[in-house]
């Protein structure tokens, strides 16, 4: 990874209510960049909220990166060279986060507050809702840039513009392209060895060890 890591936005908005197929629907994921410092608490960003609490914020998705190299792929598949930062829902859109390099239990100063990483990201329908193209979750889960969620280590403060530092770079080959991919690529070889690695690391989100044991159960039928 190259580690000139930096903030170039930081994201938030409130919840609120869109019709969609005729049902209203709740969400949080409209970010708005803002050139305010936020603060990080434990379990979400102060001023941000998530309007569905059972999959999205808490302990081990309390914050999410995405990163800003990303977009001029998407500007491209979406047709939208209007696309802005805040628009995959990230909290912080970040240069340089590569997926292939980041890994499980990686620690990550932003501004003051220390980040662990703790699993990719999986897109519900509403990240379609936000990008306006039906197809935005396939598209999303095929390209395996999933973007990081991380939780709090120790809350701070933090800014588009800070630095990222790494503080601590897991030892293992547990990457977070590597987590989703094998799990959402049905032909991906080895991926009993990745699960089962995955499971013993003691910084995978409880949410992802429960996936991977229901589908290492399936496979060993």
């Given at each position: 990874?190259?580690?000139?890591?930096?903030?170039?936005?930081?994201?938030?908005?409130?919840?609120?209510?869109?019709?969609?197929?005729?049902?209203?629907?709740?969400?949080?994921?409209?970010?708005?960049?803002?050139?305010?410092?936020?603060?990080?608490?434990?379990?979400?960003?102060?001023?941000?909220?998530?309007?569905?609490?059972?999959?999205?914020?808490?302990?081990?998705?309390?914050?999410?990166?995405?990163?800003?190299?990303?977009?001029?792929?998407?500007?491209?598949?979406?047709?939208?060279?209007?696309?802005?930062?805040?628009?995959?829902?990230?909290?912080?859109?970040?240069?340089?986060?590569?997926?292939?390099?980041?890994?499980?239990?990686?620690?990550?100063?932003?501004?003051?507050?220390?980040?662990?990483?703790?699993?990719?990201?999986?897109?519900?329908?509403?990240?379609?809702?936000?990008?306006?193209?039906?197809?935005?979750?396939?598209?999303?889960?095929?390209?395996?840039?999933?973007?990081?969620?991380?939780?709090?280590?120790?809350?701070?403060?933090?800014?588009?513009?800070?630095?990222?530092?790494?503080?601590?770079?897991?030892?293992?080959?547990?990457?977070?392209?590597?987590?989703?991919?094998?799990y959402f690529d049905r032909n991906y070889v080895g991926l009993e060895r990745v699960f089962s690695k995955a499971l013993d690391l003691e910084t995978l989100a409880p949410e992802w060890k429960d996936?991977?044991?229901?589908?290492?159960?399936?496979?060993?039928?």
């Amino acid at each position: 990874m190259d580690f000139s890591v930096k903030i170039i936005s930081t994201n938030i908005s409130k919840s609120k209510t869109i019709s969609y197929n005729g049902k209203d629907v709740k969400t949080g994921i409209f970010k708005v960049p803002t050139c305010d410092e936020v603060t990080i608490d434990t379990f979400n960003i102060v001023g941000d909220e998530q309007a569905d609490l059972i999959h999205h914020g808490g302990e081990h998705k309390a914050v999410y990166a995405f990163s800003s190299n990303h977009y001029d792929y998407w500007k491209g598949i979406l047709a939208n060279k209007n696309l802005s930062y805040g628009a995959f829902g990230e909290n912080f859109s970040v240069s340089n986060l590569s997926e292939e390099d980041v890994k499980i239990g990686d620690q990550f100063r932003f501004g003051s507050t220390l980040l662990e990483v703790s699993q990719p990201r999986v897109p519900c329908f509403k990240l379609g809702i936000a990008l306006n193209n039906a197809n935005a979750v396939k598209l999303f889960t095929k390209n395996y840039c999933t973007g990081v969620y991380f939780r709090v280590l120790e809350p701070g403060v933090a800014q588009t513009g800070d630095t990222v530092s790494i503080e601590k770079h897991a030892t293992h080959d547990i990457s977070i392209k590597k987590l989703f991919q094998a799990y959402f690529d049905r032909n991906y070889v080895g991926l009993e060895r990745v699960f089962s690695k995955a499971l013993d690391l003691e910084t995978l989100a409880p949410e992802w060890k429960d996936k991977l044991a229901k589908r290492l159960s399936i496979t060993s039928d």
